[in-house]
């Protein structure tokens, strides 16, 4: 396992208030990591920042073999190189189908001259179907959206996700919302991403967490306050105090 | 590789079509009405259509083919562009200055050849530039028209003008991420400078007199406006029809899937690594040069244009064509341009009767803007889908 993306010294402050902290945190290739915390810790931050839609007052973000700069690119670039983020809040196209939500995902060319030009590869239709089938959505790729369940959405998501063919995924709080199954699924979905790449999952729910089976991060006021197991870290004293105490 | 190249196309012509059915449909349209006004055309038919309607109904084209452009921009791609107008105004004035120009050489040519010694090009030129530039107190030719006798130049400018001015424009407008209302300020702004510079008497285009003739085509002088009316209505016809396959093609496939992305929440876009600037960077400046070319066709059957034609109003009224006929849908942006802008013609040209209501006289001409406004406000409260929205609901009744 080497390091993919190696977070040090971070700290952002909005009006005043320092919602990261000197934030040091470092991921592997392949590793499933669990992020958890209590709300305001900085957590959906520390996301924005590795994606590019915050800039750091300070500390370095560094990719991959060749230490790419990330802070120096811009969000969409951030995503060409290999890092998929699924937003708390399931973000998928409303009023597009299932099937043109996990096309626009795939690994293509994303210039608008390419995309014009663009048609289904028998590649890509396989890839699509393969996809589908991974997130239980087989049978509704012609529908809209919009008109699936709230987890159906989440795992829509999750595939668009596994479509841009990550090196790292960024998910933030996967099982929100979820029906028990759903959840089982969800955890079966990114142990089995993890395999091949880096995961990193923010999550609230302790069970969840405990089927990811995982070396977990405990992030407080915008800083790690403890990493390792979870049984590690939930015996961890200051950890029961600011989080699992409450 | 090659082979699979030339076999592709048609599969993606046939997946158009069978994707939009109302392409076809459209098509089919608007050829019976081409065909239908030719035939009823006092140039190529029978003369029950007035040479003036014709031109009017020309002139509507080239509203709709602008209207599908605002579409593609507003109802697909989410940026409420208040200001494309200004792109097809510049289309108008860059066909204009041909037609200006070439045509006055000719009458000049004419009345010089009378005399003993034939003219030379300086002498010519100079008598051109005086009959064009008398009316803003000038005699010279301004550097931009240095090149106003050449056709294929001044094609060029039709398309080159509105699509750099587009680029650089949207360029710096789209990389500060500037979006939403405060885009649609930017845009209105850009069409208002635009508009108070050309009414300047010294930027070279003749300030609030604008160019006039246009309806005298170079080469072609001879021929009646009847005649002339219905080429330009059939030039239209087909730039209409290209123009709708374009944006149809544009909109159909992956990319079309991109930009409604963009207009539904561009920074999730962002995230699936598509450079959400470089897109509405392109529509804008392809829904801007389609514009120009629109223009180009409209004011030649107008006669005239002048920097009035760009003021904000007119790209205000653009938007609400589409908003009535219905947004994300080009044919829903045809019939609202077409409606509104031929009752409006109807209403405010005198041809509808005014209504006596015994106490009150309902002038239409009074109470067209009214009208209109009240009819944006409703459509807007009650059909946000606009009149093609209608067509949604009679298929479904189906």
Redesign the interface.
Same mark, same amino acid.
């Given at each position: 396992m080497t390091t993919l993306l190696e977070v040090s010294g971070v700290s952002v402050t909005f009006d005043g208030f320092r919602a990261i902290n000197n934030l040091s945190i470092a991921i592997g290739e392949p590793e499933l990591r669990a992020v958890i915390g209590p709300n305001g810790a900085g957590k959906t931050t520390f996301m924005d920042i590795v +994606?590019g &839609?915050t800039r750091p007052d300070e500390g370095r973000v560094i990719w991959g073999e060749r230490s790419i700069d990330l802070l120096k690119l811009?969000?969409? *670039?951030i =995503? &060409?190189i290999g890092i /998929?983020?699924k937003?708390q809040k399931p +973000?998928v196209?409303?009023?597009?189908s299932v099937r *043109?939500n996990l =096309? %626009? =995902?795939l690994k293509n060319k994303? /210039?608008?001259l390419s995309?014009?030009t663009?048609?289904a590869t028998e590649h890509d239709k396989t890839r699509i179907l393969e996809l589908a089938a991974e997130i239980g959505l087989s049978e509704h790729l012609t529908r809209r959206a919009g008109d699936l369940s709230h987890g159906q959405k989440q795992w829509l998501e999750i595939g %668009?996700l596994l479509a841009?063919d990550p090196r790292l995924l960024l998910v933030d709080e996967p099982a929100a919302g979820m029906t028990p199954a759903e959840r089982e699924h969800t955890t079966d979905l990114l142990k089995r991403a993890a395999r091949t790449r880096a995961v990193m999952v923010i999550e609230h729910d302790m069970e969840f967490i405990r089927r990811l089976e995982c070396r977990v991060t405990v992030l407080h006021e915008g800083s790690v306050l403890a990493e390792g197991s979870l049984d590690h870290v939930t015996r961890n004293s200051q950890v029961i105090d600011v989080y699992l105490g409450r | 590789m090659e082979m699979s190249r030339t076999t592709a196309a048609p599969v993606k012509r046939r997946r158009l079509f069978q994707n939009n059915p109302s392409v076809l449909w459209f098509m089919g349209q608007l050829g019976l009405f081409t065909l239908g006004v030719t035939i009823l055309s006092e140039g190529f038919g029978i003369g029950v259509i007035s040479t003036n309607l014709v031109k009017i109904l020309g002139m509507t084209l080239c509203l709709c083919l602008i209207a599908i452009a605002m579409d593609v921009v507003w109802g697909y791609c989410g940026i409420l562009s208040l200001g494309h107008f200004a792109f097809f105004g510049l289309g108008g004035y860059a066909i204009g200055m041909w037609l200006m120009y070439a045509r006055t050489e000719i009458v000049i040519r004419e009345s010089l050849a009378g005399g003993t010694i034939p003219p030379t090009e300086r002498e010519v030129s100079e008598a051109v530039a005086s009959q064009i530039f008398s009316v803003v107190g000038s005699n010279e030719l301004p550097l931009i028209w240095t090149f106003a006798g050449s056709l294929p130049f001044q094609l060029a400018m039709v398309v080159l003008v509105p699509g750099l001015l587009a680029l650089i424009f949207g360029w710096l407008a789209f990389r500060s991420r500037v979006t939403g209302v405060y885009l649609s300020i930017l845009t209105q702004a850009m069409t208002l400078a635009l508009s108070l510079y050309l009414f300047q008497n010294d930027t070279g285009l003749r300030g609030n007199n604008g160019l006039s003739g246009l309806q005298n085509i170079p080469g072609f002088l001879h021929v009646p406006q009847s005649v002339i009316s219905v080429w330009f209505f059939w030039a239209s016809a087909f730039a209409l029809g290209a123009g709708y396959l374009l944006f149809a093609w544009v909109v159909s496939g992956k990319f079309g899937s991109v930009i409604r992305a963009i207009r539904d929440n561009e920074a999730r876009v962002r995230f699936l690594g598509y450079n959400v600037e470089g897109y509405k960077l392109f529509v804008f400046t392809l829904t801007a040069v389609i514009s120009g070319i629109a223009g180009a066709l409209y004011y030649p059957q107008a006669g005239i244009i002048n920097p009035s034609e760009i003021a904000p109003i007119a790209s205000i009224y653009l938007a609400v064509w589409v908003a009535i006929g219905g947004r994300g849908r080009l044919y829903g942006a045809v019939i609202g341009a077409a409606s509104v802008s031929l009752l409006s013609s109807w209403l405010t040209g005198g041809g509808a009767p005014n209504i006596d209501l015994g106490f009150y006289r309902i002038i239409w001409t009074d109470w067209w803007l009214v009208m209109l406004g009240l009819g944006f406000v409703l459509i807007t409260l009650f059909f946000p889908k606009g009149i093609g929205g209608l067509f949604d609901y009679l298929v479904r009744k189906q």
């Open positions: +994606t &839609k811009s969000e969409s *670039d =995503a &060409k /998929g983020r937003f +973000t196209f409303e009023e597009q *043109d =096309a %626009m =995902a994303r /210039g608008p995309v014009l663009w048609s %668009m841009q | -």
